[in-house]
Nanobody, 119 residues
Framework: QVQLVESGGGLVQPGGSLRLSCAAS????????MRWYRQAPGKQRELVAA???????NYADSVKGRFTISRDNAKNTVTLQMNSLKPEDTSVYYC?????????????WGQGTLVTVSS
């Protein structure tokens, strides 16, 4: 069984920064795409950023230039550096990984970490 554990959420003032981390553990042969999603109260979950195994990235228009996604393939981790945070970034942030293990390809979600941007 594969688990994703997120950390780094919290309360930050507008204009501030936070760094989210997500670590995968369990039976893992390799991980393809790793992504961060977020879901605000009353809204649908949306893709924030994605990174392929080779390091190619893409971002939601709303976070381009402010957020940076990175990964460490050796450690099976993905990080989201969030700068210039705005109140509208307030959401629960979820990590997702496309994992290859003895069961084939499995999509795995983290439990979510709350980010609140408020003065």
């Amino acid at each position: 069984q594969v688990q994703l554990v997120e950390s780094g959420g919290g309360l930050v003032q507008p204009g501030g920064s936070l760094r989210l981390s997500c670590a995968a553990s369990g039976t893992i042969f390799s991980i393809n795409a790793m992504r961060w999603y977020r879901q605000a109260p009353g809204k649908q979950r949306e893709l924030v950023a994605a990174i392929g195994r080779g390091g190619n990235t893409n971002y939601a228009d709303s976070v381009k230039g402010r957020f940076t996604i990175s990964r460490d393939n050796a450690k099976n981790t993905v990080t989201l550096q969030m700068n210039s945070l705005k109140p509208e970034d307030t959401s629960v942030y979820y990590c997702f990984a496309d994992v290859w293990n003895d069961r084939g390809y499995v999509g795995v979600w983290g439990q979510g970490t709350l980010v609140t941007v408020s003065s």
